[in-house]
């Protein structure tokens, strides 16, 4: 029986990788596909490299095992020591009264190998040596924590059993003494079959957390230096907020090589400034505190610095244009309204009647305990203003209570027609769930039941004839949530579920705030310019439909399409296509039926042949052979083709006769029986209307589907 190693790697630069790995080890390549490469050597040891981005499409770049164990045996590492360079180090440790040595490789993709041998991990005393190294790596915040391997026996029969080498998370805060391997290496490895653990689910490091990289550096801040408006980056040192400038910001970055799984990861919507946050935020997360030494020590002036400073207003504060952008202001009470001012010229940027405030609270600065945040909520939107401290935020809340005293007004109770967000590249859209903020850091773990509700409620608000105010500070609370929405954890049926009903969700929310689009080019505007921002990323409602919904599925026939419809990117994207989703999304036109369900994964199928029945009502099948359907199958007639030849009217006629009415599919049962030679059959395309209204919600399930 002979003992072989075998590693996986995840890699995000598949082919640079495997090159690397070929030529500094000396491995063939045994297998070679474009989502991965296997590569074997003359010392047993296998190497399987996966693509990242095809393996690992809902996993955070945070949650990559990057720090490998390959065993093999001394002479391979004696020879890679043998030319150090800048992606190879080696060092010399003393067991059992000898010396052995470690090799560790850096990949071009950030990928760490470290080359162990064989006899190392046979004892007790050499796992234990091997554990202090990785909890050394732990400890200095390398590029990863948890070291995964998998070392299987091969005998002339086939592949024994595989077991996971890793270094338990629950172990490592105690003594090294204490940790133990999960899977073992030899013959009698079978008592580790219970300890196996799944690398592509293994949990990120503290270290590692998005969470609290967006708490090392959780905004940006402009502010005037005389009359000239300048910004800068908020970075915690030790507990307190420093203001640090764009340039040295972008200097570390240019110093560190940031993986491109972590570049990639970040919307090319962001703008400049909000990218450059989070890979601030990443880096000083991350890197070794060493490295960016230089960095850390310079001298910086304080966020309490800023505020602290006179001015000739009395309350000077920063207010949020969103959860990480704040801007150097102004504030008083009027008689009736809050008024926020521009620090230098004293004009009014923001003005908010005393009348609307619903709701008035005390929040801490996540990053900083001394700071303090008074969130003042109405209907449409949140008013966020940082404190100095909260002596000062006390006094101005004093001041607002004493106004509200003396009003008698109540909140109006309308939807607002969107904001323009300094987060994103979004100079021509309308952002309509950003009014809303939250400075707590949060991540949305249950996004599906979240849209779900603010669908019955945007419902709701929609068939009142006096909104409640309350009603619209719910629904504008709720789906500002999604801004944090983790979608990676949806399945593919719950993601297609969590998009149809956010579709429509914004369909009626654009519509109650900004009306109806009322001609054919101001449809196309419309759908561009209406957007969300949802899981880190933002789209329109023609990228939700056509680079989501639709991602797998043929781009329209219309020849107009190719110059309006965007080509944007979303890794929160559907992987599978369905044709019944053109027949799912209703954007309201009156060539689409007046009713739309809330999707729910366990129904989903069901749900989807009852919307592809109803919208299919309309079509008509003659004895002559001529069969009329809605535009939508003209304009997608690809997605009706069982191969990647455009559907003919036969194939298209044949798969969408199962959803069509009684009487039609009667008439093609009698086509049949007269021998009828579809190959001849006509199809007519119905008029499409730009015209729109809000589509209605079936409510109880027995109803949706009883008018089918």
């Not at 082919?15 to 390549?29: G, I, M, P």
């Not at 006390?394 to 509200?404: E, G, V, Y």
């Not at 849209?451 to 945007?458: D, F, R, S, T």
């Not at 049949?672 to 001849?680: A, G, I, L, P, V």
Request: proline share 3%.
């Amino acid at each position: 029986m002979g003992r072989y190693s075998l590693v996986t790697l995840t890699s995000s630069a598949l082919k640079a990788d495997a090159l690397f790995l070929q030529k500094t080890l000396q491995l063939e390549v045994e297998d070679e596909s474009a989502s991965t490469i296997t590569l074997v050597g003359e010392n047993n040891e296998i190497i399987m490299l996966r693509r990242e981005d095809q393996y690992l499409p809902q996993r955070s770049p945070h949650q990559r095992t990057n720090l490998t164990v390959l065993v093999t045996n001394d002479k391979t590492i004696q020879n890679i020591t043998g030319f150090v360079r800048d992606s190879v180090s080696s060092e010399e440790v003393s067991f059992d009264d000898d010396v052995v040595s470690l090799c560790r490789l850096r990949l071009p993709s950030s990928i760490q190998l470290i080359l162990a041998p064989m006899g190392l991990l046979d004892s007790k005393n050499g796992r234990k040596l091997l554990a202090s190294r990785l909890y050394s790596d732990r400890l200095e915040k390398r590029q990863e924590s948890v070291m995964t391997g998998n070392s299987i026996d091969l005998d002339n029969e086939g592949i024994g059993d595989l077991y996971d080498l890793q270094l338990e998370d629950d172990k490592i805060v105690g003594s090294v003494d204490e940790c133990d391997w999960i899977g073992a290496i030899g013959k009698d490895c079978t008592s580790f079959e219970n300890g196996i653990t799944d690398e592509q689910n293994a949990e990120p490091s503290a270290e590692s957390s998005p969470l609290a990289a967006i708490e090392v550096v959780p905004a940006w801040v402009d502010f005037h230096d005389g009359k000239v408006m300048k910004r800068k980056i908020l970075v915690s040192d030790g507990g307190c907020l420093k203001l640090a400038s764009l340039q040295d910001c972008q200097s570390l970055l240019r110093q560190i090589q940031i993986p491109t799984s972590m570049k990639k990861s970040l919307s090319s919507r962001l703008s400049n400034t909000e990218r450059l946050r989070l890979l601030l935020g990443w880096v000083l997360t991350n890197i070794d505190k060493a490295l960016i030494s230089p960095f850390l020590n310079v001298k910086r002036r304080s966020i309490h610095h800023l505020l602290s400073e006179s001015i000739n207003l009395k309350f000077h504060i920063l207010r949020a244009l969103h959860e990480s952008h704040w801007i150097e202001e102004c504030a008083e009470v009027s008689t009736n309204a809050i008024l926020i001012r521009n620090t230098s010229t004293s004009h009014v940027t923001c003005k908010l009647s005393i009348s609307q405030i619903l709701l008035i609270n005390d929040v801490v600065y996540p990053s900083d305990d001394a700071l303090a945040i008074l969130q003042i909520e109405t209907p449409a939107r949140t008013l966020a203003l940082l404190f100095e401290n909260e002596n000062k935020r006390k006094d101005f809340r004093d001041a607002i209570s004493m106004k509200q005293i003396t009003s008698s007004n109540a909140p109006l109770a309308t939807l607002p027609n969107g904001i323009l967000s300094t987060k994103w590249k979004c100079d021509q859209r309308k952002l309509l769930n950003c009014g809303k903020l939250s400075m707590t850091a949060i991540t949305v773990q249950d996004p599906g039941t979240i849209v779900a509700a603010c669908l019955q409620l945007i419902n709701k608000i929609r068939i009142e004839e006096q909104s409640d105010p309350l009603d619209i500070h719910s629904f504008l609370t709720s789906i500002a949530l999604l801004k944090r929405a983790d979608i990676s954890i949806l399945t593919e049926n719950s993601r297609l579920s969590f998009f149809l009903n956010l579709y429509h969700t914004m369909i009626m929310h654009a519509f109650l705030a900004l009306g109806y689009p009322s001609t054919g080019f101001k449809f196309f505007s419309f759908f561009n310019k209406v957007s969300y921002e949802v899981g880190g990323d933002m789209f329109s409602l023609t990228e939700l439909e056509h680079c989501i919904l639709r991602a797998k599925m043929a781009a329209p026939s219309v020849f107009l399409s190719r110059f309006i419809l965007p080509s944007s990117t979303y890794d929160m994207a559907l992987t599978k296509a369905d044709f019944r989703i053109n027949f799912a999304l209703n954007c309201g036109s009156l060539s689409n039926p007046t009713h739309i369900f809330i999707y729910c994964p366990e129904n989903l199928d069901e749900q989807l042949n009852a919307a592809t029945r109803m919208f299919l009502q309309k079509a008509s099948v003659t004895m002559g052979g001529v069969v009329e359907l809605p535009k939508i199958c003209q304009w997608f007639r690809n997605d009706f083709s069982s191969s990647a030849v455009i559907a003919s009217n036969k194939e298209l006629v044949l798969m969408l006769e199962p959803y069509l009415r009684q009487e039609d599919t009667d008439t093609i049962s009698l086509l049949r029986k007269r021998n009828f030679s579809f190959d001849t059959m006509e199809v007519r395309f119905l008029q499409y209307s730009y015209k729109c209204t809000s589509p209605q919600l079936w409510h109880a399930a027995s109803e949706q589907f009883s008018i089918l």
